[in-house]
C-alpha cells in the first residue's frame, strides 16, 4: 500500500478547512429553523407516546446520540435502525409514537421500504434530511432541513458535513424541548446521578458521612486522650461536648500543633482549652456540595455535621472528593 507524504503544514490546512467547512455548513442552518420545525417541536411536545429515531449508516449513529440526548433532557425516546426495522423491529413503533427518519439522501432502499410501512400504521412522520426532492422528503408529514452543499471530505465523499448538520439539529430540537417542558437542574440530576453535576444536585451530607465514625471528648477530657481520639477516627479533628452533649467547640489536629509550640503544660490541659469555639457546620440534610464550598471558603478540610439540633458526625473533604462531587 502507498503512503502520500503530506507535509506538516498542508495537513493543518487540511484540518483547518474541514472545521472552516463543517462551520459553515451548520452556519447555513439558520433559514430552516422556521415554522415547520416548531410544528415539528409542538408534535413531539404534544405526543402521548416517544419520539422514535430512525436512520441507517452514519445517519443511524447520529440518530443514537439524538435519542440520549432526547431522554436525558425529557423527552422519551427510542433508536430503531432502519435495517433492523423492516427484519422484525417495526414492532418497536406504538400506535402513539412519532417517527424521525434521518437521511442525508433520503433515497436509500430501507428508507423507501420502512416509510411507507410506519405511514400505513398511522404514525406521524418527520424527514430530518438534507434533500428536499427525496422519497423520505416527499412522503414525510413534516421535513426539518439539514441541507449541505458538500461534505467537508476531499471528493466530497465520507459524511462529514451532513453528520454535523444532522447531530446541530438534533441538539437544537432537544434544547427547544428541554425549554417547552420546563427541564430544571433538579431534573437533570434525576436522569443523570451518576455523573458530577448530577451528584452536585442531588447527594446529601447525609449520603456521604459515616454515621458510624463519631469522634468526640468530653470538654474535661485531657489532651492525651484528646489526642488518641483524634488520631484513632482519622477525620483530623474531635468535637468538644458538655455533659448533654451540646456542641462547645471543635480540635483539630492544627489547634493540637499550635498548642505545642507554645509550649503549654500538657498535663494541666483540659479540652475546652484548646478548643475552637463556633466550628464550620451543616445540616445533615444539606447538599454535600454545599458543605464542600464551606471547606474551600475558610481553608478547613472538616464541618460539623448537625442532625435535629444535635452532633451527628464529621463530614471530611475526602468523602466529597470520594464520590466525584467536584
Known sequence: KIFMKISKNNLKDLAVNVIKKEAEAVSNLTPYIDDTFVDVLNL?????????????GKSALIGTKIVATMNSTGTPSIFMHAADAIHGDLGIVQPDDVVMCISKSGNTPEIKVLVPLIARMGNKIIALVSNTDSFLAQHADYVVRATVGEEASPNNLAPTSSTTTQLVMGDAMAVCLLKMRGFSQEDFAKYHPGGSLGKRLYLRVADVIDKSVRPWVNEDEDIQNT??????????ATVVLDKKENMLGI????DVRRMVERGKPLETLKAKDIMSH???????????VNAFNIMQKNKITSVVVM???????????????REGIV
Open 307 to 321: 442532625e435535629d439540633g444535635k452532633y451527628a458526625g464529621l463530614v471530611h473533604i475526602h468523602d466529597i472528593l
Open 227 to 236: 489526642i488518641i481520639n483524634i488520631s484513632q477516627n482519622r477525620l483530623g
Open 251 to 254: 480540635i483539630t489536629d492544627g
Open 44 to 56: 413531539i411536545y404534544n405526543s402521548k407516546g416517544r419520539l422514535i429515531v430512525t436512520g441507517i
Open 278 to 288: 463556633n466550628p464550620k457546620q451543616i445540616d445533615i440534610n444539606e447538599l454535600a
